[in-house]
């Protein structure tokens, strides 16, 4: 069974910074390619960051490049979120998303390309 199991969220103020985690379990974890995807209140899941199985090749969305870095560690099963400066407008529950199997560098953004998903961790932050 595949689990996805993410970890890390909480209330926080404007500026402060965050580190989630993404422990995988039941899947090839380096034959995969994950990222991260947040849902924001009243708004529609969207995509944040996503990393080639090597961890060679990371993609951001454009508006989160250099606030957001997301890498991983396949000896540990697990992907993380390193979240800085962060602000209230991403105050949004995080899910962890696994695209498997992924050998290719290419950049997914789409719902529709990750097999397994996370139920989700709530980030709140405060001004």
């Known amino acids: 069974q595949v689990q996805l199991v993410e970890s890390g969220g909480g209330s926080v103020q404007a500026g402060d910074s965050l580190r989630l985690s993404c422990a995988a379990s039941?899947?090839?974890?380096?034959?995969?390619?994950m990222a991260w995807f947040r849902r924001a209140p009243g708004k529609e899941r969207e995509f944040v960051a996503s990393?080639?199985?090597?961890?060679?090749?990371?993609y951001y969305a454009d508006a989160l490049s250099g606030q957001f870095s997301i890498s991983r560690d396949n000896a540990k099963n697990t992907v993380f979120l390193q979240m800085n400066t962060l602000e209230p407008e991403d105050t949004a529950v995080y899910y962890c998303a696994a695209k498997y199997p992924q050998f290719d560098r290419y950049r997914y953004t789409a719902i529709s390309h990750y097999n397994y998903w996370g139920v989700g961790t709530q980030v709140t932050v405060s001004s």
């Open positions: 990393i080639t199985r090597s961890g060679g090749d990371t």
């Open positions: 039941g899947l090839a974890f380096g034959d995969c390619g």
